[in-house]
């Protein structure tokens, strides 16, 4: 998308602007802060992505790009160029400090609810398959909570998605929820929620690899919505994938069935849909989740219709009761809490849930299932930890 003009932070809130040379592919890289920041090309053209942004922009001369929020602004000289950077005002205003408080608040509350829900739907998973078959469940899960978000979205004013938006959603749908989650929950007919959560652990390393090749894939080294992963987030990654493996050590996780290796597909399925997401026309906000339930969540149906799954027997009230909560919290919470940090930080702060819930996987084991835990587990719960506090520092 070319800009040939775009509206500014007022002057009064900026200083004093400084000039950058860029020979052809230079590349000029800024972490924004919160603060106002106006980037002005005076000479030549440069190619802008954001992070966070599903769009690029290409500035041509006489053209200013400008505003506010946090992210990675990468800058590439398609040709010999020169910018004007106006940064922000050390003091900032009020206004400026609580909506950066609330938007960290959003994030930490976000984040506990990934750990927790989605620690918990592994042992929901396993009540519910008692009496359900799998691609029933997870079709009816999903069809049934995005219906209610899309009908409370659309009571409260929000508009319907485009088609081009619900065959974006139907594509993230498919990655996310149709393999990334439908896998799991077939898998789980095999294999207990303790290896379950330790497969699915494994998936921000998946994105970290597959974030890398897509940027040294794209011009200039650097892909819209996909940040470099840095040397201290691979380190975090690699520390907390060794604790989640650790956790094989503390039980009997070993598979009874062949069909539990489909389990392995599902974290890079997740991954690519993750990634994938953010740079496609979704629906603004909640209505993206509404839109990929009822997209992903007809798939499965249709899938379980086609495989001939049958209910042997009426569904049991413990089975029934796992459903509505896998519905509830399990998509709409949840589900709605990862789109929110996967569009406000990095991937591996977003993902970082995919370490924490083994822990409360067996941790519930423990307490609900009867389960007993080994020292080499808890060894474990701590190296995951870590590598969680390595990922998340900035």
Not at 144 to 151: F, S, V
Not at 177 to 184: A, H, I, P, Q, T
Request: aromatic share 6%; with cysteine; net charge positive.
């Amino acid at each position: 998308m070319k800009l040939t003009s775009l509206v500014s932070e007022p002057p009064s809130r900026l200083l004093e602007a400084s000039r950058i040379d860029l020979g052809k592919g230079g590349l000029w890289t800024h972490r924004l802060r919160g603060g106002p920041l106006r980037l002005s090309c005076t000479a030549g053209a440069v190619w802008i992505t954001r992070e966070g942004e599903p769009e690029d922009v290409v500035l041509e001369a006489g053209a200013s790009y400008g505003g506010e929020g946090r992210g990675l602004l990468v800058v590439e000289a398609l040709e010999p160029a020169q910018i004007a950077v106006a940064r922000g005002e050390a003091a900032k205003t009020a206004r400026a400090v609580l909506a950066r408080a609330q938007g960290s608040w959003l994030v930490l509350l976000s984040l506990l609810a990934l750990y927790v829900i989605w620690g918990s739907t592994y042992l929901a998973v396993s009540v519910a398959l008692e009496t359900l078959p799998p691609f029933l469940l997870a079709g009816t899960r999903f069809m049934t909570a995005g219906a209610l978000l899309y009908g409370v979205l659309r009571l409260r004013g929000a508009p319907r998605p485009t088609l081009r938006q619900w065959g974006a959603a139907a594509r993230v749908g498919v990655l996310l929820l149709v393999f990334g989650n439908g896998l799991v929950v077939v898998s789980q007919q095999w294999v207990s929620s303790g290896v379950a959560a330790v497969v699915v652990s494994t998936m921000p390393l998946w994105l970290a690899l597959f974030a890398t090749a897509r940027g040294r894939g794209a011009a200039g080294g650097a892909a819209a919505g996909a940040p470099e992963v840095s040397r201290r987030e691979w380190i975090g990654l690699l520390v907390g994938f060794a604790g989640a493996a650790l956790l094989h050590l503390g039980g009997d996780l070993r598979a009874a069935h062949a069909g539990a290796l489909l389990i392995l597909l599902a974290p890079v399925s997740w991954a690519l849909g993750s990634l994938y997401s953010r740079s496609l026309p979704l629906p603004e906000g909640p209505m993206a989740v509404a839109a990929e339930m009822l997209a992903g969540g007809a798939v499965m149906l249709g899938v379980s219709a086609l495989s001939g799954e049958h209910l042997a027997a009426a569904p049991s009230s413990r089975s029934l009761l796992a459903l509505a909560y896998l519905a509830v919290f399990g998509s709409i919470v949840a589900l709605s809490a990862y789109t929110y940090l996967l569009r406000s930080t990095r991937p591996a702060i977003a993902t970082s849930y995919a370490y924490v819930n083994p822990i409360v996987a067996i941790a519930l084991g423990v307490l609900l299932g009867g389960e007993r835990a080994s020292a080499t587990t808890w060894a474990a719960a701590a190296i995951v930890g870590a590598g969680v506090v390595i990922v998340s520092r900035r």
